[in-house]
Each structure stands twice: as C-alpha cells, then as structure tokens.
C-alpha cells in the first residue's frame, strides 16, 4: 500500500491533543462563511431513533469545496449517558477527497464534537455578545461544559464565571477544578443574575432557564435544545 492510499486514524487523545479551542474557533468561523456563501454544501442530518427512544443514529453528510473534502460524522446519542463512564455522543467522523473519493481520515466523533459545538458557540458570541461582556453563566456539567469554559473565554475578557448543574457535587469539582474564577452555585437564576453571557450546555426537556431571570442585553447560547424533545428555555426568553 503506497503512502497515497493510506487512511489517517485517530482516536479520543490524538484529536484531543491535535486541536487546540482558538483554532478551531477561527476553523467553524470560516465554515459558517462557506456555508452561507454557497462554498459549502450541509444537507440535513439523518436520524434513526431505537423503538424504546432511549437514544438514535445520526449520519451529518457536507462538502466543503474550497478545501476539496466531503464527509460524514455517523453519531450514537444517548442523552442517558450522564450517570455513566460514556459520552453521550459517540462516533466516528469520515473524510474524504473529492478528486477520487478517497477515505482520506478516520476521527473519533466525541472529542471533535465536543469541540465544535463549543466553537460555534464561541462564534456566535464573538458576533453577537456585547464586546465589554465579562460574566458568563454556565448551565450544565457534562462535557459541553468544560469545553464551554475553554471557548467562550477565547472571544471576551471574562472575569467571572458562574456554574450550575443539577448535580451540585458535579458542579463543585468543575468548579474547583477549572482555571481562574469559577464559582459553582445552587440555583439558575443565582447563576444568570447579571451573566451578560449565558451557555445552556443541558439535556433539558423542560424549561430550566427564565427570561425573567435574564438581564437586557445578555447574549444566550441554547446550545441543548437541539431535537424537539428537548427545550431549555422558557417561552419568555
């Protein structure tokens, strides 16, 4: 097999430790542009859900012309996970050229979902926060949300973090575990209270987040509600 025909393969730590948050910020802000520019092409995701709904198989195809690759990232998620040593979202993502569909690289989906996701949202608050922002809320204490408190951190000087999770130990050690000043509280509304950035990162399918409790002006990433089964956010937000 000559070098051309080789597949890269890596796995949790190697993507892990080949991304870096800053980066990958700038890499989703650049694919945002392709993608309403036309440069790239994003069909809808598939989704097969078990008889029981316990969790679903999601295949997300795209083409991102001007570096010449497709692929796919094929995901298991089983929002039960929480409880457990697994992640959530579990999978593997697959590129290829598009000169000769060649399966160029093997990734695993976890790490880079984790990534992304939080890039994005640090996209989005780079673009829409208010530029002196400098409180951030974080509701939630899985995955999402360390990588949160990576990436929001990258686009505004923030100065104080607030975390809450419906597991308070959970949140304590995220907390105590985390650079700079983070403090983990009991209740969301104590969280939000003058956030001027908000990060739902849940598995929330009821309401967990008020509008009355969010300041004027505060900018809000909903990043969970992502199926209809889901819902993070009142109907006054």
């Known amino acids: 097999m000559g070098a051309m025909d080789r597949t890269l393969v890596l796995d949790h730590r190697q993507v892990a430790e080949l991304l870096d948050m800053p980066s990958c910020i700038e890499a989703v802000r650049d694919a945002l542009v392709a993608l309403s520019t036309g440069a790239a092409v994003q069909p809808l995701r598939g989704f097969m859900w078990l008889p029981d709904r316990r969790g679903l198989l999601a295949a997300m195809p795209a083409h991102l012309d001007p570096i010449g690759t497709m692929g796919s990232k094929i995901i298991s998620v089983f929002p039960g996970n929480t409880d457990t040593p697994y992640d959530s979202h579990q999978g593997v993502v697959l590129l290829f050229e598009t000169d000769h569909g060649r399966l160029l690289a093997i990734l695993d989906a976890s790490e880079l979902t984790a990534i992304r996701t939080a890039a994005a949202s640090a996209v989005a608050t780079d673009l829409l926060a208010r530029p002196d922002a400098e409180r951030l809320a974080i509701l939630g204490t899985g995955t999402q949300a360390l990588t949160h408190l990576e990436a929001i951190p990258v686009v505004r000087e923030i100065g104080e973090i ?62 969970g509600s992502a199926m209809p089964t889901a819902r993070e956010a009142d109907t006054d937000l």
């Open 162 to 223: 607030r975390i809450w999770g419906r597991n308070p130990d959970k949140a304590a050690a995220i907390a105590e575990a985390a650079e700079g000043p983070v403090e983990a509280v009991a209740t969301v509304e104590e969280a939000v209270a003058d956030a001027d950035v908000i990060c739902t990162v849940t598995a929330a399918t009821e309401p967990i987040l008020e509008g009355r409790w969010v300041a004027p002006g505060a900018h809000v990433n909903l990043v």
